[in-house]
């Protein structure tokens, strides 16, 4: 993930980007970080959106071949597909002659490394797993959120908010927002 925050901080980004894992949160967080540094000030006539299993490899590759309108990329955002479970030969295929006009942002719950489609995306831009995140990661990250909105805590503290409230950083931030409601 420090990979994809200097590829932002940079401005070299990939052509594509895949985010698999079980940590929802931070698939969002990092889809949305990377779908603003491609298009910013709220571009959305060069961002396309497909989600769910129904979503057609054709259509992708149509919206692909779409110039972007008074932008230098189109931005299509695919997300829980399922293609990185299955075979997508010609999406694999597809995505090792994109246009650079094209970029691409998957966002999976489960990816198989040795697939054909996995192997494309890492070629010709950057795969992350984003797994849970340990204890004492989330520990510092609920500290530092306290921190940033004027609250002060100690470490017992906050792993005992965090016993209760489970290790889900979607959980977590929804939690320390009624705690803040409630301490102002």
Do not use: H
């Not at 200097?6 to 929802?24: F, N, P, V, W």
């Not at 992350?128 to 909105?149: F, H, M, P």
């Not at 979607?170 to 409630?182: A, G, R, V, W």
């Amino acid at each position: 993930m420090k990979k994809i925050d200097k590829d932002i901080s940079d401005g070299q980004l990939k052509q594509m980007y895949l985010l698999y894992g079980d940590e929802a949160f931070l698939k969002k967080r990092y889809r949305n970080k990377l779908r603003d540094a491609f298009l910013p000030d709220g571009d959305t006539l060069n961002l396309s959106y497909f989600e769910g299993a129904g979503t057609s490899v054709r259509d992708i590759i149509d919206t692909a071949e779409t110039l972007p309108f008074l932008s230098e990329r189109r931005l299509i955002i695919v997300e829980n597909s399922g293609f990185f479970k299955t075979s997508k030969p010609e999406l694999a295929d597809y995505l090792k002659q994109a246009p650079e006009t094209a970029a691409f942002i998957f966002v999976e719950n489960e990816a198989d490394k040795r697939g054909k489609l996995y192997k494309a995306v890492a070629a010709g831009g950057y795969a992350v797993e984003i797994s849970a995140q340990t204890t004492d990661t989330l520990t510092k990250w609920v500290a530092v959120t306290l921190r940033n909105e004027g609250k002060t805590t100690d470490r017992r503290t906050v792993e005992y908010f965090i016993g209760k409230c489970g290790s889900d950083m979607s959980n977590l931030e929804m939690e320390m927002e009624k705690l803040f409601c409630y301490t102002m």
